[in-house]
C-alpha cells in the first residue's frame, strides 16, 4: 500500500485539489427534470460559481465569509431543506420581501410581476403531449421567460408570505411542474450552492445523446 501511494502521489495530490476546487469554487450542474424549462433543458450541464455567494469549508455547508449577495432572478443550486437534494431553481423573492401568488400571477411588495405572451409549444408531461404557454415574466429588474402548463394540476396560489432574514423563495420557470418553495418553504441561504451563470454542455436525451451544439456556452437568463 505505501509503495502504490508513494507512485501514485501526483495522482493522489491532484484528486484531492481537484475535489476542493468542485467543492469551494466551482462546479458543473447536469439537469436532470423539466423544472426550469424552457430556460433549461434535460441534458444541459451548467457551470456553477460557488463563490458567487459564500466561501465554505469543503464539502460543508460552513460559510467562511459572504462574498456576494443573492439577486432577485438568479439561478441558483442549493440543498432543498427537505430531504438535502441538490436542487436547481430561481430566486423570486428576497429576505423581506411579501410574497403572493393568484392564479399563477406573482405578488411581490404588493406590485404584480407583468407577463408577455411570447409561443405556444407542446411539451411531454408523464409521457403525454401538453400544451404549453410560454411567457415574459418582469418583476422589477428580474425579466426571464417562463412556461405555463394550462391543463397541469398544481399549485397556483398561496398566500401572502413574508420571506424570513437570510432566506429565500425558489421557483421552477416551468411553474406548473416544478418541485420548489410552494412544496418545501424558504431556502435558508447556508443552503446555497452557488449561482449557475452558462450552459457548459448539452445533449439531447431522446436523441441518442446527440450534442446540442446551440446551446453550448449559452448564458443563463
Not at 484528486?15 to 466551482?26: D, E, K, M, N, S
Not at 456576494?68 to 442549493?78: A, I
Not at 429576505?95 to 408577455?116: C, F, R, W
Request: positive net charge; aromatic residues 8%; charged residues 25%.
Amino acid at each position: 500500500m505505501k509503495r502504490w501511494l508513494h507512485h501514485n502521489k501526483g495522482f493522489i495530490a491532484f484528486l484531492f485539489l481537484f475535489g476542493i476546487f468542485r467543492t469551494a469554487v466551482a462546479d458543473w450542474n447536469p439537469i436532470p427534470s423539466g423544472s426550469m424549462r424552457p430556460n433549461l433543458l434535460e441534458g444541459d450541464v451548467v457551470f456553477v460559481n460557488r463563490l458567487a455567494f459564500n466561501l465554505k469549508v469543503p464539502l460543508t455547508d460552513i460559510i467562511v465569509t459572504r462574498t456576494g449577495e443573492p439577486k432577485r432572478g438568479d439561478v441558483v443550486t442549493f440543498s432543498s431543506p427537505a430531504d438535502g437534494t441538490r436542487l436547481i431553481k430561481r430566486i423570486v423573492a428576497l429576505p423581506g420581501d411579501v410574497v403572493e401568488m393568484h392564479g399563477d400571477q406573482l405578488i411581490i411588495n404588493g406590485k404584480p410581476a407583468s407577463y408577455t405572451p411570447l409561443s405556444f409549444e407542446t411539451e411531454q408531461v408523464r409521457g403525454q403531449d401538453t400544451p404549453a404557454q410560454r411567457l415574459r415574466e418582469a418583476s422589477g429588474a428580474s425579466v426571464h421567460t417562463i412556461q405555463l402548463l394550462p391543463t397541469v394540476q398544481s399549485r397556483r396560489d398561496f398566500a401572502a408570505v413574508t420571506v424570513p432574514p437570510d432566506q429565500f423563495l425558489m421557483l421552477g420557470d416551468n411553474r406548473n411542474n416544478s418541485g420548489d418553495s410552494r412544496f418545501f418553504g424558504f431556502v435558508p441561504r447556508a443552503l446555497l450552492i452557488g449561482r449557475a451563470e452558462r450552459v457548459l454542455v448539452s445533449a439531447d436525451l431522446d436523441h441518442h445523446w446527440r450534442p446540442r451544439t446551440e446551446r453550448f456556452g449559452q448564458k443563463l437568463e
